[in-house]
């Protein structure tokens, strides 16, 4: 049975791993992974912002961890994912969507101006084109990524 919640700081082990999981899967992979710094950004958005989860029998199987700052140039609210994953054999099950459903009811609850969802792994672009229009959300401008730089 899937069910979503806010994470607790016992919850940092497994939202580490399933960092790890998308790490191995996206185009982050060329990078090293970190898993202090990683338990200690779990840590803090914990603290700070959001951190939802998708339980399976107390498995975590999906996630997102959300920001919140204001706008450089005013006090509105901004909110931004820098994490949304859910694991290959629970994806298709609509745990994305409801990851993401909460994540706008939470926004909205806290009065955030400017609520965005991205993704820059290149894992399941088709999946989250599709629940983008779901929620009605419109494709906000453009992002690149300068590659082989180094």
Avoid: C
Avoid at 133 to 144: A, D, L, S, T
């Amino acid at each position: 049975m899937n069910k979503i919640r806010i994470a607790k700081n016992e919850d940092i082990d497994q939202v580490t791993n399933l960092i790890y999981k998308l790490h191995g899967e996206s185009r982050y992979s060329e990078f090293p992974f970190d898993i202090n710094k990683t338990r200690n950004f779990v840590r803090h958005v914990i603290d700070a912002g959001l951190v939802a989860i998708n339980l399976n029998n107390n498995e975590i199987t999906g996630a997102i961890i959300v920001i919140i700052t204001d706008m450089y140039f005013s006090r509105a609210k901004t909110s931004s994912d820098l994490f949304f994953y859910v694991e290959p054999d629970s994806r298709n099950k609509g745990i994305g969507t409801n990851l993401i459903k909460y994540y706008i009811a939470w926004a909205k609850i806290r009065k955030i101006d400017d609520i965005s969802l991205s993704s820059s792994t290149g894992i399941a672009e088709s999946a989250m084109k599709k629940v983008a229009k779901k929620y009605n959300m419109q494709k906000v401008g453009v992002n690149y990524k300068v590659i082989n730089h180094v």
